[in-house]
Structures are given as C-alpha cells and as structure tokens.
Antibody
C-alpha cells in the first residue's frame, strides 16, 4: 500500500546539521511533488518545503530558507531534508507528505513523522 | 505573506453541527480556492478531510463539508460523533507555497 516512512530524527546541538529521509513505497514516487511539514511540540502544523517531481523546482518557508535543503533520489524512492545551522525552534516532528489523488497543495498521504530535538 | 486565522476551540454535543472558520488575514489574493482541511488526533499524522474548498477525498464521511465566502473558508461537521474530537487545521496553497492556520481544537461534549 501507499506508504511514507520518515527517519533520521534525534537530538542535535544548536548550530549542527542533520539529514532527514523519507522512504516512499506503493506509488510512482517520481511522478509526484513531495513536501515536508513540521509540528513543534504542542503547536500547529508548519509547511517547510516542497520539491517538484523531478527535483528541478524547490520552495521553502521563510523560517528555513537558506538553512534547509530539500532533495530527492527518484532511483531510490527517497526524499531528503538537509538541515543546517539548527536552532532550538526547529525542534518538531517532521512529516513528509504528498498529493496523489488530489491536486497539489493538498496532502492526502502523510508519513508518521520523525522527531527532531535541537538542544544543548 | 498569507496568514490563516482559526478559532482556538469549538465544541458541540453529539448529533449537533459545528462550523470552524478560517480567515485569510493578509493581502494575499488568488489561489485561495486551494483551501484544504486536516483532522489530527493526538499523536497521529494529519488526515486530509477537504481539498479545493469543498471537495472530499475518497473515504471521508459526507458529514464533513467545506465552503468559502470572501476571505473566510469554513469546515462544517454535521451529526457530531465522539470520534470527531480532534484538532482541525485549514491550509491554503498559493504560489507554490502552503500555509496552515493555527488549528482549532474540537471538543465533543
């Protein structure tokens, strides 16, 4: 079945870097844009970034612009989020998501999320 | 940059109907027809309930409906059930970027 599985979260010190991964299965990954959405503990959802189906177009939230890089490997059905200069306010559950049966911008498929804690 | 404002909480009794509003509070125009709504239970990933203002994905109960008037989109849940108790988030997609509302906690009394 259609599935997204995030990994790579953990505890990291402020200023350090970390890469998250999202493994996709059950659909033609290379045909769909992919997204990262995050949720700080006890807070609401925050859209982070999007990458086009072929990786040529990428857009970011202002809060992560210049620090985070979204990428994908269509040969491995995997989405990535490279995070650098991490801040305590980046602490959140990071979800990958996509739009398969609905228009882009609405997310009908979500992973379970991976938790990132930025703390010294 | 677009911002979406939702009430922090709403409540209703089983069988009743409730409506959650989502108001765009910025100069953003156009693309506001790309409004979607998500349900999130504690500790779970969000679930898409409505897209493009009023369309329901396959499998979503017809008790959930969406609409829009001016700069305010709304999610209506009819025939409230205990399982509807959750957080609800609106989202808008404009110029390749998405934004979420702050979320509304629905309590079923």
């Amino acid at each position: 079945q259609v599935q997204l599985v995030e990994s790579g979260g953990g505890v990291v010190q402020p200023g350090r870097s970390l890469r998250l991964s999202c493994a996709a299965s059950g659909f033609s990954f290379s045909l769909y844009a992919m997204y990262w959405v995050r949720q700080a503990p006890g807070k609401g959802l925050e859209w982070v970034a999007v990458i086009s189906y072929d990786g040529t177009d990428k857009f970011y939230a202002d809060s992560v612009q210049g620090r985070f890089t979204i990428s994908r490997d269509n040969s491995k059905n995997t989405l990535f989020l490279q995070m650098s200069s991490l801040r305590p306010e980046d602490t959140a559950v990071y979800y990958c998501a996509t739009s398969i049966t609905v228009p882009g911008g609405a997310f009908d498929i979500w992973g379970r999320g991976t938790m990132l804690t930025v703390s010294s | 940059q677009s911002a979406l404002t939702q009430p922090a909480s709403v409540s209703g009794s089983p069988g009743q109907s409730i409506t959650i509003s989502c108001t765009e509070t910025s100069s953003g125009v156009g693309g506001y027809n790309s409004v979607s709504w998500y349900q999130q239970h504690p500790g779970k990933a969000p679930t898409l309930m409505i897209y493009d203002v009023s369309h329901r994905p396959s499998g979503v109960s017809n008790r959930f409906s969406g609409s829009k008037s001016g700069y305010t989109a709304s999610l209506t849940i009819s025939g409230l059930q205990a399982e509807d108790e959750a957080h609800y988030y609106c989202s808008s997609y404009v110029s390749n970027k998405s934004v979420f509302g702050g979320g509304t906690k629905l309590t079923v009394l």
